[in-house]
């Protein structure tokens, strides 16, 4: 097990032992504080988009839902006649960038999840470290009214009219220590400044989102595989930031027999990670599923049967409310 993969569990568990990395945590403090001051007080430059930004980030290490979030938004924006793009790092692509995600994009070029939100959702899409070069790239091509920026939240170099904050309930702040003692990339009180969005279903905040289950597909579809029967033995192969959330989901679905496989957040699969001892299926997410695409082009012999479980935001009619009032402070009207 890595060392990343220790300290990931030693959060998730709130281990005691973390407390020997309380220096590097205040050294990580000074350092956020000092960048953030050197922007505000204009020592650093801002970059300005010519159209309202929003950005949809959260204060915390590893998965919060915020992908399945913003896949939802832009669904929403589409069918209410704005025109809207998204940025994003490309974390995992290896570029060159800025680069526009076309439909067939790979995720060794440009990223896991913007591959994801662009099959999603066919939105105009560019990604790359510097987000003003993205945005500049993403105007070039395509007549936008807003630009959603995927994470970015601690990027101050970025100007933004729109920030909203994903909260997963079930992690919560943990220790509430910033990193790398807790998986805080920012003290708690930066959620009193923001729209916060409670991912649970039991929000005691208006503005609550879960995740609704989608019936699971085949990836190989050219395998004669029988209906999925959630009461077979699989091989769960799981790549996120939380893993446990991907096992809750199994439960949900009645998938109760499985050996879980998990790998680092954006983990690079090769074709012998999906080889295992028995010949059990695999079941996986859809943000680990277009990697796996990618490798079965590659190796056409592979016949194991791999089962995706896609997932859909299911927002609180307040979250829409808020929105269409923040779009149209900034001057942007539904159709």
Known sequence: MSMAQRIQDAWNQQASWLIVLRPLSWLYRFGFCLNQALYTLGLKKVYKAPIPVMVIGNITVGGSGKTPLLIELVKYLQRHGVRVGVISRGYGGQGPFPAIVEQHATPSK???????IVQSTQVPMAVGPNRQASIELLLKTAQLD????DDGLQHWALARQIEWIVLDQNRGLGNEKLLPEGYLR???SRLQNSTVIQHTKNADSKLNMHL?????YLLNSDLQADWFDPNQYFNAVVGIGFP??????????GVHHFQA?????HHDYEI???MFDSDDAIITTEKDAVKF??????????????????VKAVLSSDCYDLLKQQLQQVGIQFS
């Open 272 to 274: 012998l990670d999906l």
């Open 146 to 149: 807003l630009v959603i920026s």
């Open 293 to 310: 695409k990618q490798l079965l082009e590659q190796h056409p012999e592979f016949n194991t049967a791999i089962w995706v479980v896609p």
């Open 186 to 188: 920012e003290p708690k």
């Open 212 to 216: 609704g289950l989608g019936d699971p």
């Open 110 to 116: 440009v990223g896991d999840e913007p591959c994801l």
């Open 261 to 265: 496989h998990e790998f680092p957040d």
């Open 244 to 253: 446990q959330r991907f096992y809750q989901t199994l439960k949900g679905l």
